[in-house]
T-cell receptor, first 109, second 119 residues
Framework: SQELEQSPQSLIVQEGKNLTINCTSS?????LYWYKQKYGEGLIFLMM?????EEKSHEKITAKLDEKKQQSSLHITASQPSHAGIYLC?????????FGAGTRLTVKP | GAVVSQHPSWVICKSGTSVKIECRSL??????MFWYRQFPKQSLMLMAT?????????EQGVEKDKFLINHASLTLSTLTVTSAHPEDSSFYIC???????????????FGPGTRLTVL
């Protein structure tokens, strides 16, 4: 079973639309990481959240960690084809980083 | 920022041969490194935790005799896929945890990955 539940598994949106990806854990998250990746390529670090209620933004991507620190959301505003890829949430749950199953985002021009 | 390199970036080998992949932390020391494997359309799955100067810890279902890990120094861990078979073809990514003080705890820095194809 996945320690981090990520949803949706895949997402197809029209360019310009907003979208949200969720990541949920049954355990308290002491550090939640968001990465972007294309299969066969390295991970692109997007942002890290640590504090309950924390929110960070980078360009058109905003990530939040809820007060209980068990759920995070990644929101993309006015999506562009360049946003396409696989989005992974990761968290150190024991002594190592585990990942959600990933969300494959397709942005149609 | 912290940089982790992997070598080679891609490798093609014949079935039955062994392949070594190197993971290096370039500007920091890492007592702990991690090896992940990723199959197409799947997420990263932790294979093993590599500890400098001691034996690696393998995740359930990962054969330690097939995936040999050596972490002989604070900046280098190697993964050797022994007697590789086509089902071992995958994308292998390593990460390293900065052992020095300061910065967010448990931060891992990821290498660019190695694509292994076994014919």
């Amino acid at each position: 079973s996945q320690e981090l539940e990520q949803s949706p598994q895949s997402l197809i949106v029209q360019e310009g639309k907003n979208l949200t990806i969720n990541c949920t854990s049954s355990k308290t998250l002491y550090g939640l990481y968001w990465y972007k990746q294309k299969y066969g390529e390295g991970l692109i670090f997007l942002m890290m959240l640590q504090k309950g209620g924390e929110e960070k933004s980078h360009e058109k991507i905003t990530a939040k960690l809820d007060e209980k620190k068990q759920q995070s959301s990644l929101h993309i505003t006015a999506s562009q084809p360049s946003h396409a890829g696989i989005y992974l949430c990761g968290a150190v749950l024991l002594n190592d980083m585990r990942f959600g199953a990933g969300t494959r985002l397709t942005v149609k021009p | 920022g912290a940089v982790v390199s992997q070598h080679p970036s891609w490798v093609i080998c014949k079935s039955g041969t062994s392949v070594k992949i190197e993971c290096r932390s370039l500007d920091f020391q890492a007592t702990t490194m991690f090896w992940y494997r990723q199959f197409p359309k799947q997420s990263l799955m932790l294979m093993a935790t590599s500890n400098e100067g001691s034996k690696a810890t393998y995740e359930q279902g990962v054969e330690k005799d097939k995936f040999l890990i050596n972490h002989a120094s604070l900046t280098l861990s190697t993964l050797t896929v022994t007697s590789a078979h086509p089902e071992d073809s995958s994308f292998y990514i390593c990460s390293a945890r900065d052992s020095t003080a300061g910065g967010p705890p448990d931060t891992q820095y990821f290498g660019p990955g190695t694509r292994l194809t076994v014919l």
